[in-house]
């Protein structure tokens, strides 16, 4: 079951880089624009329909991943989307990568290696009672408008992108938490259970508003603010998720030294990626 989770986990990263950079290609095909113009001009393009084929297939992936594996383990996986979505794009988009960039992909990979295997996350429960997901949700959806709060408050562009990154981070990790819960109701009673758990519609809702506060926290900021903040915070906070609802657990004791030690390699890949690769932000919208 382990074995699939990572499989799969690691199928929805490539999966959503490839869709990320796909879409980027038939967007830079295109003239400038927006609303219904736009979106018909992008059908047309064949990158297009690859870049969203992408998208859903990672959703897909996902969801299976999450329901073979704990949270703990598949949603910090979901961090190679960002070497991987490099890695397409560079060659899509006739660019190359300097040897510093490739240093950063290899810390990125390394200390995603170094975590995992030092934390070792364990447990398969799928559900979790109300009297836990009440106040997860209230602290998350709290953080979150906090967090957006915060960002409105301030002038720094810098500070801006990364609060409302890191509240993007806490959207996403709360959705993940919620297809965890409502897959396990399809695998376990069918269709006509899903439709009618509210997990169901907590995750479309809490996406949705993930994918506006990220993009917010794009269009705020540089990208060496907000992507650092949604890569760690996403782990982490999926990480406390899946400890706190699901009973997963992790090691702890002298593991937490290899495992501080992983997450700032994770850390000084993100940021020297967005730093040595000027087009990361064009890659990456």
């Given at each position: 079951m382990?074995?699939?989770a990572v499989l799969f986990a690691v199928l929805g990263a490539a999966s959503n880089a490839v869709?990320?950079?796909f879409q980027r290609k038939a967007a830079s095909t295109v003239a400038q624009g927006g609303g219904l113009r736009l979106l018909l001009a992008l059908a047309r393009q064949p990158a297009w329909s690859i870049g969203i084929a992408g998208v859903l297939g990672a959703a897909v992936f996902q969801a299976m991943a999450l329901v073979n594996g704990?949270?703990?383990l598949v949603q910090p996986l979901f961090i190679l989307e960002l070497p991987f979505a490099l890695l397409v794009a560079v060659p899509l988009l006739h660019r190359?990568?300097?040897s510093d960039a490739w240093w950063a992909v290899g810390g990125?990979?390394?200390g995603l290696a170094v975590l995992l295997a030092s934390a070792a996350p364990s447990g398969m429960q799928h559900q979790a009672p109300m009297d836990r997901w009440i106040p997860v949700v209230a602290c998350a959806l709290g953080a979150m408008a906090a967090a957006v709060a915060a960002a409105r408050s301030s002038s720094s562009p810098l500070f801006r992108a990364a609060a409302l990154a890191a509240a993007a981070a806490i959207g996403y990790a709360l959705t993940a938490a919620l297809l965890k819960s409502a897959t396990a109701r399809l695998a376990d009673a069918g269709l006509p259970a899903?439709?009618?758990t509210w997990q169901t519609y907590g995750?479309?809702?809490t996406g949705v508003a993930a994918l506006l506060l990220l993009e917010n926290a794009?269009?705020?900021g540089p990208l060496v603010a907000s992507q650092p903040a949604l890569t760690i915070g996403d782990a982490a906070v999926s990480l406390l998720l899946g400890v706190v609802l699901f009973d997963e657990t992790i090691r702890t004791g002298w593991w937490l030294l290899p495992e501080v030690l992983g997450a700032l390699l994770i850390l000084w890949g993100v940021r020297r990626l967005t730093r040595v690769v000027p087009h990361l932000i064009d890659v990456l919208k």
């Amino acid at each position: 079951m382990i074995v699939l989770a990572v499989l799969f986990a690691v199928l929805g990263a490539a999966s959503n880089a490839v869709g990320t950079a796909f879409q980027r290609k038939a967007a830079s095909t295109v003239a400038q624009g927006g609303g219904l113009r736009l979106l018909l001009a992008l059908a047309r393009q064949p990158a297009w329909s690859i870049g969203i084929a992408g998208v859903l297939g990672a959703a897909v992936f996902q969801a299976m991943a999450l329901v073979n594996g704990p949270m703990a383990l598949v949603q910090p996986l979901f961090i190679l989307e960002l070497p991987f979505a490099l890695l397409v794009a560079v060659p899509l988009l006739h660019r190359r990568l300097s040897s510093d960039a490739w240093w950063a992909v290899g810390g990125v990979v390394g200390g995603l290696a170094v975590l995992l295997a030092s934390a070792a996350p364990s447990g398969m429960q799928h559900q979790a009672p109300m009297d836990r997901w009440i106040p997860v949700v209230a602290c998350a959806l709290g953080a979150m408008a906090a967090a957006v709060a915060a960002a409105r408050s301030s002038s720094s562009p810098l500070f801006r992108a990364a609060a409302l990154a890191a509240a993007a981070a806490i959207g996403y990790a709360l959705t993940a938490a919620l297809l965890k819960s409502a897959t396990a109701r399809l695998a376990d009673a069918g269709l006509p259970a899903f439709l009618t758990t509210w997990q169901t519609y907590g995750f479309a809702l809490t996406g949705v508003a993930a994918l506006l506060l990220l993009e917010n926290a794009l269009q705020a900021g540089p990208l060496v603010a907000s992507q650092p903040a949604l890569t760690i915070g996403d782990a982490a906070v999926s990480l406390l998720l899946g400890v706190v609802l699901f009973d997963e657990t992790i090691r702890t004791g002298w593991w937490l030294l290899p495992e501080v030690l992983g997450a700032l390699l994770i850390l000084w890949g993100v940021r020297r990626l967005t730093r040595v690769v000027p087009h990361l932000i064009d890659v990456l919208k």
